[in-house]
């Protein structure tokens, strides 16, 4: 599967990641309506952490034993055997957000409908962030498929 | 090899899916009392509340059953372990032999004694999808619901019963609702943005009497007082439902007692989630810690030892996101009162209210009310204990700031999946 990571020094804590993130989880993709007009108004899924001394964006890890689905109460929250993507089922999710109290990084994010969460931009090339960050400080890597059990 | 699993919920299908995990051809069978599949025990209130429908309340695809051949029994109770001959019995008579046998039986709720309960047609409790049901049918607009019992399960319900009647009072004993993770200024908040959703709350009182013959009309309080009701939720408590665990002759204290391994006094025999009794890492006190993610590692461990792997379960500690009427809030760890020893650190702005317990230079416990945006963050701290002399003061404010070492301002778990090497 693929997975994005961060590169702390050249993070220039720009925030553009963000921007792109909450564009490409918007239902129109455009930038101005996805900051201005959009209702309910998307969420970013990658938050930039740090001062302009550190900083470094970070978003879901896809972890190997994920404390997300564990917690889910639910079951919405799922992580793909084969691709190793963790994902939530939107539709199913009811936003209690235990997810967020379970997750490491933390980086599960509120929203009234369901809780939001990185899917490598599904369907794309590569995810938003990766392809927008102007200092090349993300990057998509193609890690080895988890063995088949 | 054949594994019985009684109770199918969080516990129980976690413990299901890791057995497969490691045996493709074992007999995985799962007894379950009620007449669902299993389903997230929590959404009873969104159905209540309209927010899920009865369809999608289930925890698994229909298909996870069939294709993990698990052979699930659903409306047949579990009556008899035998543990010479190793069997179980059912409610049926029907005996099914066991090689590992996983007591997964949850909670029970806690009735308390009430003059003049017995024999009412409007009297529920809040457990299970059967008495969500109930409830959603019997319940008319005009009705006067009374909640006894201000906890997580009660506050859940009241929310859920808005949606069905004009009136809902809940009643709590305490001196505060959600007294069991909330302190007196959190729960305050809680109770005003309840109150301005419509929910009329008493504490500091209870039901003595029940008044009516047939149906409940209203209830006498301690202190005096007359409470109108057309129906009446009790939901004062939850208890380990230890009941068959006991019978054959596992060890009981307040939960079923359980080792490193799960496992009961009694070989073969295993328990997780509810109604086991958990070590709890954070203060080192055995207790019942009722909550879903606990018993999902619970039967995940469990699942693991029984299948022959090598496993260890070191403890839990609780951890809780709630919502009520679109205000959130998480807990975790313990409460730690000055009291007993903990430095308390409250921070109270625009956003909310945050307490935490420090003790020894860790984190013990945490509550944000309102703002709970990167909450997870805390929950690391308590878990992987990190000293927090090693972390910036602001975390408290901010808790993006864990993410950083204080002094280098090393990010410290900059894509800690990684092969570090790898990507740079
Ligand atoms: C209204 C409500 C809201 C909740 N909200 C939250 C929340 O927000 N967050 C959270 O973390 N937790 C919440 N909980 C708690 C959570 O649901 C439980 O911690 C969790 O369900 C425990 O799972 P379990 O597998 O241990 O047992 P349970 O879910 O209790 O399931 C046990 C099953 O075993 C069956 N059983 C028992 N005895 C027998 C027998 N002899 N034979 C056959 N079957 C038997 C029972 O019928 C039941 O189906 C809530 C609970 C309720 C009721």
Same mark, same amino acid.
């Given at each position: 599967?693929?997975?994005?990571?961060?590169?702390?020094?050249?993070?220039?804590?720009?925030?553009?990641?963000?921007?792109?993130?909450?564009?490409?989880h918007?239902?129109?993709?455009?930038?101005?309506?996805?900051?201005?007009e959009?209702v309910?108004?998307?969420?970013?899924?990658?938050?930039?952490?740090?001062?302009?001394?550190a900083?470094?964006?970070?978003?879901?890890?896809?972890?190997?034993?994920?404390?997300?689905?564990?917690?889910?109460?639910?079951?919405?929250?799922?992580?793909?055997?084969?691709?190793?993507?963790?994902?939530?089922?939107?539709?199913?999710?009811?936003?209690c957000?235990?997810?967020?109290?379970?997750?490491?990084?933390?980086?599960?994010?509120v929203?009234?409908?369901?809780?939001?969460?990185?899917?490598?931009?599904?369907?794309?090339?590569?995810?938003?962030?990766?392809?927008?960050?102007?200092?090349?400080?993300?990057?998509?890597?193609?890690?080895?498929?988890?063995?088949?059990? | 090899?054949?594994?019985?699993?009684?109770?199918?919920?969080?516990?129980?299908?976690s413990?299901a899916?890791e057995i497969r995990?490691?045996?493709?051809?074992?007999?995985?069978?799962?007894?379950?009392?009620e007449?669902?599949?299993?389903?997230?025990?929590?959404?009873?209130?969104?159905?209540?509340?309209?927010?899920?429908?009865?369809?999608?309340?289930?925890?698994?695809?229909?298909?996870?059953?069939?294709? @993990?051949f #698990?052979y699930?029994? &659903? $409306?047949?109770?579990? *009556?008899?372990? /035998?543990?010479?001959? !190793?069997?179980?019995? +059912?409610?049926d008579?029907?005996?099914?032999?066991?090689?590992?046998?996983?007591?997964?039986?949850?909670s029970?709720?806690?009735?308390?004694?009430?003059?003049?309960?017995?024999?009412?047609?409007?009297?529920?409790?809040?457990?299970?999808?059967?008495?969500?049901k109930?409830?959603?049918?019997?319940?008319?607009?005009?009705?006067?619901?009374?909640?006894?019992?201000?906890?997580?399960?009660?506050?859940?319900?009241?929310?859920?019963?808005?949606?069905?009647?004009?009136?809902?009072?809940?009643?709590?004993?305490?001196?505060?609702?959600?007294?069991?993770?909330?302190?007196?200024?959190?729960?305050?908040?809680?109770?005003?943005?309840?109150?301005? @959703?419509g #929910?009329?709350i008493? &504490? $500091?009182?209870?039901? *003595?009497?029940? /008044?009516?013959?047939? !149906?409940?009309?209203? +209830?006498?309080?301690?202190?005096?007082?007359?409470?109108?009701?057309?129906?009446?939720?009790m939901a004062?408590?939850?208890?380990?439902?230890?009941?068959l665990?006991?019978?054959?002759?596992?060890?009981?204290?307040?939960?079923i007692?359980?080792?490193?391994?799960?496992?009961?006094n009694?070989?073969?025999?295993?328990?997780?989630?509810?109604?086991?009794?958990?070590p709890d890492?954070?203060?080192?006190?055995?207790?019942?810690?009722?909550?879903?993610?606990?018993?999902?590692?619970?039967?995940?461990?469990?699942?693991?030892?029984?299948?022959?792997?090598?496993?260890?379960?070191?403890g839990?500690?609780?951890?809780?996101?709630?919502?009520?009427?679109?205000?959130?809030?998480?807990?975790? $760890?313990?409460?730690?009162?000055?009291?007993?020893?903990?430095?308390?650190?409250?921070?109270?702005?625009?956003?909310?209210?945050?307490?935490?317990?420090?003790?020894?230079?860790?984190?013990?416990?945490?509550?944000?009310?309102?703002?709970?945006?990167?909450?997870?963050?805390?929950?690391?701290?308590?878990r992987?204990?990190?000293?927090?002399?090693?972390?910036?003061?602001?975390i408290?404010?901010?808790?993006?700031?864990?993410?950083?070492?204080?002094?280098?301002?090393?990010?410290?778990?900059?894509?800690?999946?990684?092969?570090?090497?790898?990507?740079?």
């Amino acid at each position: 599967m693929k997975k994005v990571y961060a590169v702390q020094n050249l993070c220039l804590n720009c925030k553009l990641c963000e921007v792109y993130c909450k564009t490409a989880h918007s239902q129109t993709k455009n930038i101005v309506k996805a900051y201005k007009e959009e209702v309910p108004e998307p969420s970013a899924r990658i938050v930039v952490e740090g001062d302009n001394q550190a900083s470094l964006a970070l978003q879901c890890r896809h972890c190997e034993s994920p404390a997300c689905v564990e917690a889910c109460i639910t079951g919405a929250m799922q992580k793909n055997p084969k691709t190793g993507l963790v994902s939530t089922d939107e539709t199913r999710c009811v936003a209690c957000m235990t997810c967020l109290a379970a997750c490491p990084y933390g980086i599960i994010r509120v929203n009234e409908r369901a809780a939001m969460k990185c899917d490598l931009c599904q369907g794309e090339e590569a995810p938003a962030c990766v392809q927008n960050c102007p200092n090349r400080a993300l990057v998509c890597v193609d890690i080895y498929e988890e063995a088949e059990r | 090899m054949r594994y019985i699993i009684i109770g199918c919920s969080a516990a129980g299908i976690s413990a299901a899916q890791e057995i497969r995990k490691y045996h493709t051809a074992a007999e995985i069978v799962i007894v379950t009392e009620e007449h669902y599949k299993a389903y997230g025990r929590p959404l009873i209130s969104y159905y209540l509340k309209d927010r899920v429908k009865e369809e999608d309340i289930y925890y698994k695809d229909k298909s996870f059953y069939t294709d @993990n051949f #698990i052979y699930l029994l &659903t $409306g047949k109770r579990v *009556v008899d372990i /035998n543990l010479e001959q !190793k069997y179980i019995t +059912l409610n049926d008579d029907k005996k099914i032999d066991y090689d590992r046998l996983l007591i997964a039986t949850g909670s029970k709720p806690f009735v308390p004694h009430i003059e003049n309960a017995e024999g009412k047609a409007n009297i529920f409790t809040f457990m299970n999808m059967e008495s969500a049901k109930q409830i959603k049918e019997y319940a008319k607009p005009e009705m006067k619901a009374v909640v006894i019992g201000g906890g997580l399960i009660g506050m859940k319900a009241a929310e859920g019963l808005k949606k069905l009647c004009s009136s809902v009072t809940v009643l709590e004993l305490a001196e505060r609702i959600l007294p069991t993770i909330l302190d007196t200024k959190a729960s305050s908040l809680v109770r005003k943005h309840s109150e301005n @959703n419509g #929910i009329d709350i008493i &504490t $500091g009182d209870t039901a *003595v009497q029940l /008044n009516g013959s047939d !149906k409940v009309e209203s +209830l006498t309080l301690k202190s005096g007082k007359t409470l109108p009701c057309d129906i009446l939720i009790m939901a004062v408590g939850v208890r380990p439902n230890t009941e068959l665990a006991q019978k054959a002759g596992c060890l009981i204290d307040k939960g079923i007692v359980i080792d490193h391994k799960m496992q009961t006094n009694i070989e073969d025999i295993y328990a997780a989630g509810d109604c086991a009794l958990t070590p709890d890492v954070v203060d080192g006190k055995n207790k019942v810690i009722a909550l879903w993610p606990t018993a999902v590692q619970q039967g995940k461990i469990a699942g693991g030892v029984m299948a022959g792997a090598d496993t260890r379960y070191e403890g839990s500690f609780a951890m809780n996101a709630i919502d009520l009427f679109g205000l959130h809030m998480l807990t975790a $760890g313990v409460i730690g009162g000055e009291e007993e020893g903990y430095e308390v650190k409250i921070i109270i702005n625009d956003k909310g209210y945050r307490r935490f317990s420090i003790k020894d230079g860790l984190l013990k416990g945490f509550m944000l009310v309102g703002d709970i945006e990167r909450g997870g963050l805390y929950t690391t701290v308590i878990r992987e204990r990190l000293p927090l002399s090693g972390l910036d003061e602001e975390i408290f404010e901010n808790p993006e700031f864990i993410s950083f070492d204080r002094v280098t301002k090393e990010a410290l778990f900059l894509n800690s999946d990684a092969i570090k090497g790898d990507i740079v």
